[in-house]
């Protein structure tokens, strides 16, 4: 009775672990995917920058690696890399690798959007004075306020799936929810995995569901998703 007691207890402590590790990667991954995705749109549509076009290709190609292999890469890249901070064993590597995954998804909402502001807004606030940080943040946040809620969204549920390239880079300390939904699985716990796949099935259906409503607003729908940025 005192082993199955103490068994729970140490089963719930690292549920709530990798439920916390989850929430806090998919938070912070949506943030940052957001601003570098905001940034990246407006460079290669609203500006003649040279390279432009090399920019949004860049941004795109995590999109064509399977997670596994840039899980890998991530690794190797720490490995060999004469880095003067550790990074395995921390949130940090976990972080760049969701982030890296997430950039395709957030720039493929934020391109259509960012191309249906009208030129002529930013061109009078800069003829009134304005700076171009003002002008980003009195014109472009708000008309851009549903892309970046909808990028926001759909990198977290990203982020908070991710097995393939979570299984190379986590440690005992910072295991995520799909590492840990996998190990229970891997140990025979199936009722537990399946309680907790109800629980993460529900909550990713609201925010694709969110998603999908939001980015309705600003005509990208789900089957279009990647079609936007070549519009």
């Known amino acids: 009775m ?7 207890a140490a089963l719930a402590a690292s549920l709530v672990g990798s439920l916390e590790h989850s929430v806090i990667l998919a938070v912070s991954a949506g943030v940052i995917v957001t601003v570098i995705c905001s940034l990246v749109a407006y ?29 890998v890469g991530v690794l190797y890249w720490y490995l060999v890399a004469p880095l003067p901070f550790h990074l395995y064993g921390t949130l940090v590597i976990l972080l760049l690798a969701f982030v890296t995954i997430g950039l395709p998804y957030g720039l493929r909402y934020m391109t259509p959007a960012m191309a249906q502001v009208k ?64 190990n229970l699985w891997s140990n025979g716990s199936y009722p537990v995995v399946a309680a907790l796949g109800i629980v993460l099935l529900v909550v990713l259906a609201v925010l694709i569901l969110l998603a999908r409503i939001i980015a309705s607003r600003f005509g990208v729908g789900g089957k279009n998703l990647f079609q936007g940025g070549q519009e």
Request: charged content about 15%; hydrophobic content about 50%.
């Open 2 to 8: 005192k082993r199955s007691s103490v068994v729970h």
């Open 43 to 71: 460079i290669t549509v609203k500006t003649k920058i040279r390279g432009r076009g090399l920019l949004d290709g860049l941004t795109t190609v995590p999109i064509a690696v399977p997670s596994i292999i840039l899980g």
């Open 119 to 182: 030129d002529e807004l930013e061109e009078a606030a800069t003829a009134s004075g304005a700076t171009w940080l003002q002008s980003f943040r009195r014109i472009y946040l708000p008309l851009l306020a549903s892309a970046l809620l909808a990028s926001f969204l759909y990198t977290m549920i990203v982020a908070f799936r991710e097995i393939s390239a979570a299984v190379f880079l986590y440690s005992p300390k910072t295991q995520v929810m799909s590492v840990e939904i996998y």
